[in-house]
């Protein structure tokens, strides 16, 4: 209903094809932060049109030149990730600066449709031709470290991660959905050392047993200062009479109580 597949000639690979596209779906997220942009500083942010957000590591140099470049790039325009671009001519210095920042724009969008902002460099290379990257990914997102950062680690420093750095802060998503959290609770979990394991069940051991003294205590106060209210009340004799008399009482209470019982059965028949 809303999906095909569809064999593609190049690749000899299927692919999963929309059956109805809907343009207004068709919006990248950059697009989004622009419009947000335009519309708080209006006519000033008019230079923003084509602009990425850039945000370099501490202590990156920018030189004079390579500001100036920056610049101009910024300024660049490209073809939307979503738009079509076999009907265009490829083969101009022009198109290809806009085919090189339309990858960028296809990157970007393609981390902002995941949950934590971050994916892995081989999963990018196998939509490589189906998305019209470069070759080589890992040296293309480096000349862009302004947005994206890789992280090298996990398997040795085999694993390559790409991170859509405005989507960071200080190493912890801007905006963390429910999905997110609940994957660092778990692996929180997961990391979570035996031996921190064994100590965190002793100190809870601890509390309970703590907990259970002071409960012992009260119990036994509330006893105590119930004996005392109940030795100094009237008609009670003090010492071994008073033991007496509440050992008669006791027994005449149970007596009573068979009585009861008795006259309870006998109505009861």
Same mark, same amino acid.
């Given at each position: ?81 979503? *738009?079509?671009?076999?009907? #265009?001519?490829? +083969?101009?210095?022009? &198109? ?8 960028? $724009? @296809? ?67 801007? *905006?963390?959905?429910?999905? #997110?959290?609940? +994957?660092?609770?778990? &692996? ?8 921190? $394991? @064994? ?71």
């Amino acid at each position: 209903e809303f999906f095909r597949l569809v064999d593609a000639k190049e690749t000899r690979n299927k692919y999963i094809e929309l059956v109805e596209f809907d343009p207004k779906l068709a919006t990248c997220a950059i697009e989004d932060a622009r419009e947000r942009v335009y519309r708080e500083r209006g006519s000033e942010a008019e230079d923003i049109r084509f602009s990425f957000l850039i945000d370099f590591p501490p202590g990156f140099k920018i030189s004079k030149y390579f500001r100036v470049a920056m610049w101009k790039w910024q300024r660049v325009p490209y073809w939307s990730p979503y *738009e079509d671009v076999s009907g #265009y001519d490829l +083969r101009s210095i022009e &198109a290809q600066k806009r085919m090189e920042k339309r990858a960028v $724009a @296809t990157i970007h969008e393609l981390l902002s449709l995941t949950v934590e902002k971050k994916i892995t460099l081989e999963r990018i290379a196998h939509f490589r031709m189906a998305m019209n990257l470069p070759k080589k990914l890992k040296e293309f997102l480096l000349q862009h470290q302004g947005i994206f950062y890789i992280s090298t680690r996990g398997n040795n420093g085999k694993l390559h991660t790409v991170f859509l750095r405005e989507a960071y802060r200080k190493g912890e998503l801007v *905006e963390p959905n429910d999905l #997110y959290l609940a +994957r660092r609770k778990l &692996a929180e979990l997961v990391i979570l050392s035996p031996r921190k $394991a @064994t100590v965190d069940r002793e100190l809870i051991g601890h509390r309970r047993s703590k907990l259970d003294d002071e409960m012992g205590q009260v119990t036994r106060a509330y006893v105590e200062d119930a004996c005392e209210d109940f030795k100094g009340g009237d008609g009670v004799g003090q010492g071994e009479d008073a033991e007496d008399d509440l050992s008669s009482d006791v027994g005449s209470d149970v007596d009573s109580g068979d009585e009861d019982d008795d006259f309870d059965d006998s109505d009861a028949k």
